[in-house]
């Protein structure tokens, strides 16, 4: 993806940003989205034979999924560090390198288009829908996951509470991105569907708890899987970082159980299908 040629700053510093966190993904965040994955696929009715498309597959956890179901998957994601991990860990999979708002498939190409926690990423949403509306078969179903608000969704409200208990400005420091839980909103999340012109809009919400043994292996995870998070943090000042570290043990023991911690994570799941 020529992403200079679109001149998007905020693309460009999502795949930046993925990049550097691949590796980091799977040690919290990773394994908290993929709790919801089973019912991500139910929703759009993969099964033996469906032809899928996993949008922004990270290091492939719904392609694999989909293709254990026996269905034909391909992902593609626009970080190229995520692609490569993807094709190391699922050799048999096809991954590329692309954009959400300008998938490289010909119209009609397949049955089900998955995407998990990349919406709240997304400069232009509607864009995106729209060409998961043309990438889709007549009767091919999308299904997205996205985060719900923050103080419900602690998994990621914990860290940006922490942040900004510590005085760190997230907005005054990363790239001007668009709002992560616009939809989290129900409302939203069923316009956005109905707006691409697919049919039998609908929303579920899933809430879990993730258990954690210890709040530095939390911490250290949940910044291995934020981008615009990590970087505010990244760039603060030691005492600052100090701060929020703090701030985020403080807030964590509201989550304590026994020796440990059940953090809840919460998840809006939409789905449609094309007409
Ligand atoms: C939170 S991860 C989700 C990974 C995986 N889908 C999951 O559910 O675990 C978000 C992914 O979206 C990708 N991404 C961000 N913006 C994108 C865009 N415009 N087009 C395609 N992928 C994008 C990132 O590179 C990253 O791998």
């Known amino acids: 993806v020529d992403l200079a040629v679109h001149g998007d700053d905020f693309k460009r510093f999502e795949a930046e940003g993925w990049s550097r966190r691949a590796e980091t993904f799977d040690l919290v965040v990773g394994r908290v989205t993929a709790r919801v994955i089973e019912p991500l696929l139910d929703s759009a009715h993969v099964g033996a034979g469906s032809r899928v498309l996993d949008l922004a597959c990270g290091p492939g956890h719904i392609a694999a999924a989909a293709a254990a179901r026996g269905a034909e998957v391909v992902g593609v994601d626009i970080s190229e560090r995520m692609v490569e991990l993807a094709r190391e860990r699922h050799p048999a999979i096809g991954f590329e390198v692309g954009d959400a708002e300008r998938l490289p498939f010909p119209s009609a190409s397949f049955d089900a288009v998955l995407a998990g926690f990349v919406f709240n990423h997304l400069p232009s949403p509607e864009a995106a829908m729209a060409e998961i509306a043309r990438v889709l078969a007549p009767g091919g179903r999308v299904a997205l996951t996205v985060w719900d608000e923050p103080e419900r969704a602690r998994i990621v409200g914990l860290l940006a509470d922490a942040i900004r208990e510590a005085g760190i400005d997230v907005d005054a420091q990363v790239a001007s991105g668009p709002s992560p839980y616009r939809l ?14 697919l ?24 910044l291995g899987g934020s981008i615009r998070t990590t970087a505010s943090v990244e760039r603060a000042a030691p005492e600052a970082r100090e701060r929020a570290r703090e701030a985020f043990g403080r807030l964590l023991e509201r989550h304590r159980v026994g020796d440990g911690f059940a953090v809840p994570a919460v998840v809006k799941l939409g789905s449609a299908q094309r007409r």
């Not at 049919?199 to 995870?221: C, I, K, M, N, Q």
């Open 199 to 222: 049919a039998g809009a609908g929303v579920s919400t899933y809430a879990f708890d993730h258990p954690a043994e210890d709040a530095d292996e939390l911490w250290e995870g949940l």
């Open 184 to 197: 989290a909103d129900d409302a939203e999340m069923l316009k956005l569907l109905t707006g691409a012109g």
